[in-house]
């Protein structure tokens, strides 16, 4: 059913080191296996695999989806006691205080630039095997794959080293794309290899599609204003409509149906990373481990963390009882707690009420101190339905979509709000929501749209998905205060270079404000 899972996964990564972007400290295999790996066409899978397998570490919790989300008015990790303090790292992320020694930004800068360098490392060893169908394509899933990777570190630090596949001589420091210079290269990259990739009928959306350019080239125009100064609304406009007119997607008339455990394949996917419980894959991408309280085991699941919580501030937000998205529980007879929002008296599989370590109710709430909180203190928030049976408990079921189809409606209609079409903007927000009532309920349809809506909408669709900090950026509230957070300083839209990275590269200048 998961065709590419375990081979994604699996794979050696150690070619990433080989055709690095970077002037980061470089892996060095065994030259013989080194050689004999990258000089033999029928190690093709072996090369395209380390690339796809980079698409992990932009839906880790503690690093990727840390920045985009515990910087955002989604996602809040206070201290309670001694727990979840990790030298302030959390309470940084929280209050806009970080530096460019924060560990995070060292983390997904080299995640990301890893990513990058097995990109060029496919498309330099794959393009010196004779070339057919096969080889051309992976050549050019690879450059996709690179120009994703760019496009994430564009987003967060704004700047973004460079060197193309071939270019070997790794004395050469890599010169720095600006902004700008980088969001052309990738829109110039995705049209060029467009044409030239198959499509989600033929491959599925765990690999790189026709409809995965399409998907990525609309979320650069929709960024465009913020990347490069100029806008480009028509543009997103224009991928949006080739998406939604092509018949291949269908927004989820069932939404919680594509947060299941074991999906591999949904309507809605354009782009999902393949995850798998049948394997360890270690403990970054777990969606139920690092927010139930210590108590709410289940299964096999014995070690959760009394983690993330989402803030009052975006809570209060919703239509709680008629937006289906708040709440599902579909899952509690075997789980004890609902997917969504998890607010009050928790409870076990058998119906016991839970209790706290120290033996008061355990009541989630929303009422947070970032410095100090006792356990129950944070609305919880589980998106993805875990395998209660699992063997591997620090692995996860959930394949995670990375793209899909119902953000770029919202894209969609954002782009034309933007560009003054907004009945255009409400039909596209209303379309979202006219699937979106809680059972035996109706969400009611806006009778007019601004951007605030489309704001609150994005979030009420995509919580939880990595996205909040680049929407706050765009739509600029993400220097607004919300709950433990003041107001803070717009140069905190985009995050420091790591001191470790402009230490190696002098063409790296740090950004202002840090």
């Known amino acids: ?17 080989m055709v690095a972007c970077t002037d980061l400290e470089e892996t060095v295999l065994d030259e013989q296996l080194g050689t004999d790996l990258v000089n033999n066409p029928e190690n093709i899978d072996a090369l395209i695999n380390p690339p796809y397998g980079s698409l992990r570490r932009t839906i880790e919790w503690y690093d990727y989806w840390g920045l985009q989300e515990v910087t955002s008015d989604e996602v809040i990790i206070p201290t309670r006691g001694t727990d979840w303090y990790d030298n302030g790292d959390w309470q940084q992320l929280h209050l806009h205080t970080w530096t460019a020694d924060h560990g995070r930004m060292k983390n997904v800068w080299e995640a990301l630039s890893q990513g990058v360098s097995r990109a060029n490392t496919a498309i330099y060893y794959i393009g010196q095997f004779d070339q057919n169908a096969t080889t051309e394509l992976f050549i050019n899933e690879a450059r996709f794959l690179r120009a994703y990777f760019m496009y994430l570190i ?15 001589d790794f004395s050469i420091t890599p010169v720095v794309k600006t902004r700008k210079e980088a969001a ?3 829109i110039s990259e995705l049209q060029a290899i467009m044409p030239n990739l198959k499509t989600k ?11 995965a350019a399409k998907a990525l080239l609309a979320k650069v125009f929709i960024n465009y204003e ?3 100064g100029e806008t480009k609304w028509t543009e997103a406009i224009a991928q ?15 939404y919680w149906e594509m947060f299941q455990k074991d999906v591999a394949e949904h309507s809605e996917f354009i782009l999902r990373v393949p995850m798998d419980d049948g394997v360890d894959m270690g403990s970054g991408s777990v ?8 108590n709410q085991t289940v299964g096999n699941y014995t070690s959760l963390w009394n983690g993330p919580s989402t803030t009052k501030t975006f809570f209060e937000t919703w239509d709680q009882e008629n937006d289906v998205r708040f709440y599902d529980d579909r899952n509690i007879d075997e789980l004890g707690f609902n997917q969504g929002f998890m607010v009050g008296q928790q409870y076990s599989v058998d119906g016991t009420a839970l209790t706290q370590r120290n033996g008061e109710p355990l009541i989630f709430v929303p009422e947070i101190n970032l410095q100090s909180s006792p356990e129950n203190a944070g609305i919880r928030v589980n998106k993805f339905a875990p395998n209660a049976d699992t063997e591997r408990q620090f692995s996860s079921p959930n394949d995670v979509p990375i793209i899909r189809i119902s953000d770029i409606y919202l894209i969609r209609a954002e782009a034309k709000l933007r560009n003054g079409d907004a009945d255009g903007a409400l039909a596209d927000v ?6 979106r009532s809680a059972a035996d309920k109706t969400l009611p349809l806006l009778t007019s749209v601004t951007l605030d809506d489309v704001l609150k909408e994005r979030g009420f669709e995509l919580y939880w998905e990595g996205l909040r900090r680049q929407d706050l950026v765009r739509f600029g509230k993400f220097g607004e205060a919300w709950q433990e957070k003041p107001a803070t300083d717009a140069s905190k839209a985009i995050f420091p270079l790591p001191t470790s990275a402009v230490d190696v590269n002098e063409n790296l200048i740090q950004n202002p404000g840090y």
């Open 184 to 186: 052309d290269y990738i």
């Open 226 to 228: 913020v990347y490069g």
């Open 240 to 254: 949006c409509d080739a998406l939604i007119n092509s018949g291949t997607f269908t927004v989820a008339d069932d």
């Open 201 to 211: 009928s033929e491959v599925g959306s765990e690999r790189v599609t026709q409809e």
């Open 287 to 294: 969606w139920v481990n690092f927010t139930l309280h210590y």
């Open 1 to 17: 059913m998961k065709r590419y899972k375990l081979i994604l996964f699996l794979i050696v990564f150690g070619l990433m080191g």
């Open 154 to 168: 564009n987003d967060l630090y704004g700047q973004v080293p460079f060197r193309e596949a071939d270019e070997l």
């Open 430 to 435: 209303n379309f979202i929501r006219g699937k």
